[in-house]
């Protein structure tokens, strides 16, 4: 299960934590990241983390916003500065891992962050 924490409503150029945990148990977590959606639109990529360390961000999120880990407790962070109203949306964690041998994709439930102009 992933939980997300850390929505709410911002203000345009304010900032905002993400965090998000996963629970259960796992032979190895192979990704952990965060997707956006907003009414009408296809669920859309922010940022992830890979377990080779390797890191994509979106090209809104260049700059802006910075994704970290905490491997050891199963935990990521979207940590999104200068935000702006279209950053508006339902923010969901994302996770590939593995589990009795097969890989498996999990989400969260999402959180609601409201950037107001």
């Known amino acids: 299960e992933l939980v997300e924490s850390g929505g709410g409503l911002v203000q345009s150029g304010g900032s905002l934590r993400l965090s998000c945990v996963a629970s259960?148990?796992?032979?190895?977590?192979?990704?952990m990241g965060w997707y956006r959606q907003t009414p009408g639109s296809q669920r859309e990529l922010v940022a992830d983390?890979?377990?080779?360390?390797?890191?994509n961000y979106s090209d809104f999120a260049k700059g802006r916003f910075t994704i970290s880990e905490d491997r050891a407790k199963n935990t990521v962070y979207l940590w999104m500065n200068s935000l702006q109203p279209e950053d508006t949306a339902v923010y969901y964690c994302?996770?590939?891992?593995?589990?009795?041998?097969?890989?498996?994709?999990?989400w969260g439930r999402g959180t609601q962050i409201t950037v107001s102009s």
């Open positions: 259960g148990t796992f032979d190895a977590v192979n990704v």
């Open positions: 994302y996770s590939n891992a593995r589990r009795n041998g097969r890989n498996y994709n999990y």
């Open positions: 983390s890979a377990s080779d360390d390797k890191i």
